[in-house]
């Protein structure tokens, strides 16, 4: 099982960037298929980006060519490079292990980074 702990969200202009880190423990976190979700207040969580454990990418059509998804399988962490960021882009984002034939979240969800983007 992976357990899952978020950071690096935080208050910025829009246009700006931050980078979000899911460190994760358990062995398996190599072998897992990894994803960041975000969840605005109101609105049903939804999948942002997704990478497999050969490093294929999925992207949500909202962040294609602004977010970046990477893992660093040695020291059990996922990345979200965000740039570009827009108001629309404010909510809680999570990280979860997830399935890559359905783009589903599987597991239970750390406490959540906020990421708030301002006009």
């Known amino acids: 099982q992976v357990q899952v702990v978020e950071s690096g969200g935080g208050l910025v202009q829009a246009g700006g960037s931050l980078r979000l880190t899911c460190t994760a423990s358990?062995?398996?976190?190599?072998?897992?298929?990894m994803g960041w979700w975000r969840q605005a207040q109101g609105k049903e969580r939804e999948l942002v980006a997704m990478?497999?454990?050969?490093?294929?990418?999925y992207y949500a059509d909202s962040v294609k060519g602004r977010f970046t998804i990477s893992r660093d399988n040695a020291n059990n962490t996922l990345y979200l490079q965000m740039k570009s960021l827009k108001p629309e882009d404010t909510a809680m984002y999570y990280c979860?292990?997830?399935?890559?034939?359905?783009?589903?979240?599987?597991?239970?969800w750390g406490q959540g980074t906020q990421v708030t983007v301002s006009a």
């Open positions: 979860a292990p997830g399935r890559w034939t359905t783009l589903r979240a599987f597991g239970s």
């Open positions: 358990g062995s398996i976190f190599s072998i897992s298929t």
């Open positions: 990478i497999s454990s050969g490093a294929s990418t």
